[in-house]
């Protein structure tokens, strides 16, 4: 089985060091970056599945700065069999649109059965990546999924979606694209055998050319939206930490959320 | 398209690269969850702690020293150097079994033939064996060239005669690499020659284990050998290349005893910052007296001054820089000496606590003696360190 998992370098929030250029949007190539926590999540998925199988690939598809290949050694580290990172200097500015566009053209290029995809990142958070790759390249969507569970021999994949009360059972045929968030498993820390096994695995870059995709078309100048401004949020203000047990926790919250008349 | 492998620059200027880091942070959570619970305890009994090599045996950090061929994760100096530190954050005896692993290894790496790499290394890379270095004897020390142990040539064996002591590790070793005359009318620096013995074997015996101060888990051996018979087959290099063997080993394995020093350094600031943040005295945290914050700020700084110097030792002895031995004499030298006074102020922060085992600081200080004696004393670091200003006398 060969699964693909869309990942994205995402400014690294423990870092605090993200840096805005000066029409307001990120600097990603500047801005130390980590894998989006959701990638982190259905990447795991992935590798636990491929580990049941017995056989089989997982494939990172990256859309990022040429400097991407060091945020994305992590997930090769985790256990990803490779890497595909699609980078062009004529990508960056470039909106959810665009993005959608790109990835879609570069999975045609792969064999895969399952697509993975968190369920949207920590910097944009659009959430529409996703499902815009999956109508593009024509695979079945199944969003919120807490648990995957493929069938090879019947080609179909099985997927509990998470709902506001609950959730729904869905089946569609493979290859399909599903997206998921931290319900489907805390991810894994690298091992010292997959770290140093991570040099050796090979992230293959590919440029609009290879994609066949006018540059003009994506990039800034194709952006259908635009920054008009970013800021970073305010300081919070301070934090009261209640240490009690549980019911006097309860008791002083309650007292405290009912003083700000918020219940 | 074009195909890149993701191997990381080994001179990363300043910074460790992301992959450094991974390893670095995977080995730290591993000590500060499996190892420093196991600490006190360890230093307490003296006894080897079996269940600490089982546990770097099973998370592969005993085999980075070794090549993948042969089984192993193919750690270069400064990955080996970032795994000895974390464990020696927690506990400087579990650290140092990775280091003597190291430093027992290195002779075969540098002077080993395939053959010999392949009989020993997977043994050595999964943790299954333990390996010991053997090259000082009771009035061989820092004069190690004076070294009386000899080995002598009959038809295809040597026969060991003599005593190894301050052996690291020399009671658990499973190999032990062992320097001895082959030609006592040769020139001094020609004498010796490096063999790999295999224990147990008749004629091997453990005389005494050392009590020590620190490092109390390690256990120190004095090794006796009588008409010890070693294959030639398990000879490192040619006759009278020991000595080379031996020095090129410690240009190497210093950084591995400087990577324990920095970590212990780093254990007992962080021992010392938790309890100035927590301890109250007139009213007010005893780290906000200047006398006390300016303590750890310089305990602070003499840290990470040894630790820089140490990854850029690395760095360079990897990239095959001459001087070698200077860059692995300095980072031992600045790290050992960094180690004994960030932990004598430890306890001096802890005051009376400091010095009773309810805290680690006392234990951390007794630890960071040994790395300024071992592996060459600061001393002798300063020899090597003048000698390669100096040059040769004509």
């Given amino acids: 089985m060969r699964i693909v998992v869309l990942t994205k370098p995402v400014p690294d929030p423990a870092s605090g ?108 958070t659009a959430g529409v990546v996703a499902p815009g790759v999956a109508a593009l390249t024509g695979l079945p969507y199944l969003s919120y999924a807490a648990s995957v569970d493929p069938d090879e021999a019947a080609r179909k994949v099985r997927v509990k979606r998470i709902t506001a009360d609950g959730y729904e059972v869905l089946e569609a045929p493979m290859p399909a694209l599903i997206s998921g968030t931290q319900a489907l498993g805390e991810p894994r820390y690298p091992s010292l055998k997959g770290i140093m096994a991570a040099r050796s695995k090979e992230i293959t870059t590919m440029s609009l050319t290879d994609l066949g995709i006018d540059g003009t078309s994506v990039g800034l100048d194709g952006a259908t939206t635009k920054v008009v401004d970013s800021r970073p949020p305010e300081a919070r203000g301070a934090t009261k930490v209640v240490r009690d047990a549980p019911d006097e926790a309860a008791r002083q919250i309650v007292a405290l959320l009912a003083e700000r008349r918020i219940i | 398209m074009r195909a890149v492998t993701t191997a990381s620059r080994a001179q990363g200027p300043f910074r460790l690269t992301d992959e450094h880091q991974m390893l670095r942070d995977a080995v730290r959570v591993l000590a500060d969850d499996r190892v420093a619970p196991r600490a006190a305890e360890i230093d307490k009994t003296g006894e080897f702690p079996e269940d600490m090599r089982r546990l770097l045996a099973d998370h592969d950090i005993l085999a980075l020293p070794f090549p993948t061929e042969h089984g192993g994760l193919g750690g270069e100096l400064l990955s080996i150097c970032l795994a000895v530190e974390q464990l020696s954050r927690a506990c400087a005896t579990t650290g140092l079994i990775l280091a003597v692993q190291e430093l027992g290894s290195l002779p075969i790496t540098l002077a080993g033939t395939d053959e010999q790499k392949e009989r020993w290394f997977p043994g050595l890379a999964s943790g299954e064996q333990l390996i010991a270095f053997a090259l000082t004897e009771p009035e061989a020390g820092s004069d190690a060239a004076a070294a009386r142990t000899t080995a002598k040539r009959d038809g295809d064996d040597y026969v060991i005669d003599g005593s190894k002591r301050f052996i690291s590790q020399g009671s658990v070793a499973d190999l032990v690499v062992v320097f001895a005359v082959t030609d006592p009318e040769a020139p001094r620096h020609q004498r010796l020659s490096a063999f790999v013995v295999e224990v147990p074997s008749d004629g091997f015996a453990v005389t005494r284990v050392e009590h020590k101060m620190g490092i109390r ?18 000879r490192l290099g040619e006759e009278g290349e020991g000595w080379s063997i031996a020095m090129r080993t410690l240009d190497r394995s210093r950084p591995g005893i400087a990577a324990q020093a920095v970590g212990i350094a780093q254990g007992a600031l962080e021992a010392a910052t938790a309890y100035a943040r927590d301890r109250k005295q007139f009213g007010q945290r005893i780290g906000d007296f200047q006398l006390v914050g300016g303590m ?42 960094a180690a004994m006074r960030v932990t004598t102020d430890a306890v001096q922060v802890l005051g009376g606590y400091g010095y009773i085992d309810e805290f680690p600081v006392e234990r951390m200080m007794r630890d960071a003696k040994i790395t300024q004696l071992y592996e060459g004393t600061q001393q002798i670091q300063r020899l090597v360190i003048a000698r390669t200003l100096l040059g040769k006398a004509d």
Wanted: proline share 5%.
């Fill in chain 2, 296 to 337: 750890l700020a310089d305990m602070d700084a003499q840290t990470e001054a040894a630790r820089q110097l140490l990854y850029k030792a690395c760095v360079e002895i990897d990239a095959g820089a001459p001087d070698a031995s200077r860059w692995s004499a300095m980072c031992k030298l600045v790290a050992g000496d």
């Fill in chain 1, 17 to 124: 060091g993200e840096r805005l250029l000066p029409d307001g949007r990120l600097d990603r190539a500047n801005s130390p970056a980590v894998v989006n926590g959701n990638d982190e999540y259905v990447l795991e998925k992935a590798l636990k599945l491929i580990e049941a199988a017995g056989e089989g690939e997982v494939i990172l598809l990256t859309m990022a700065p040429e400097s991407a290949p060091e945020t994305m050694r992590k997930a090769l580290a985790m256990g990803a069999t490779r890497g595909v990172l699609v980078t062009d200097p004529a990508i960056a500015g470039s909106d959810a649109v665009a993005t959608t566009r790109i990835l879609a053209a570069a999975l045609k290029t792969l064999d895969f059965d399952l697509v993975f995809a968190g369920v949207d990142t920590s910097d944009g």
């Fill in chain 2, 217 to 234: 888990g390690s256990p120190t051996a004095e090794l006796a050998f009588t008409d010890l018979r070693v294959p030639a087959a398990n």
